[in-house]
């Protein structure tokens, strides 16, 4: 079994940053992608990023647009996204996810294990 705990989540302003946290424990598999997806009140559960074990390749959602970097620390069980230049429509929880999506990497539905989640507000 997985555990996955998400951190770092806040208040900020407008074209704030913010960085999130996701410390596994447990046993994660070296074939394990890990993700990050978040979900807004009323809104469907959306794909955000992902990378890869070994070579750490990443893939992101086309909304991101350059916003947000993913980045892992096997060594120290980490993963991490990087909040920059925030909107208010960044708002939502966001979710860390752990599995072996193989080409369903946006699907919800391919990953094993999920954080309960970590609040980003972003006013105006």
């Known amino acids: 079994q997985v555990q996955l705990v998400e951190s770092g989540g806040g208040l900020v302003q407008t074209g704030g940053s913010l960085t999130l946290s996701c410390a596994a424990s447990?046993?994660?598999?070296?074939?394990?992608?890990m993700g990050w997806f978040r979900q807004a009140p009323g809104k469907e559960r959306q794909f955000v990023a992902t990378?890869?074990?070994?070579?750490?390749?990443?893939y992101y959602a086309d909304w991101v647009k350059g916003r947000f970097t993913i980045s892992r620390d096997n060594a120290k069980n980490t993963v991490t996204l990087q909040l920059n230049s925030l909107r208010p429509d960044d708002t939502a929880v966001y979710y860390c996810?752990?599995?072996?999506?193989?080409?369903?990497?946006?699907?919800?539905?391919?990953?094993?294990?999920w954080g309960r989640g970590t609040q980003v507000t972003v006013s105006s």
């Open positions: 990378i890869s074990y070994n070579i750490k390749n990443t």
């Open positions: 996810a752990a599995g072996r999506p193989g080409p369903r990497v946006v699907l919800i539905t391919a990953y094993d294990y």
């Open positions: 447990g046993r994660t598999p070296s074939s394990y992608a």
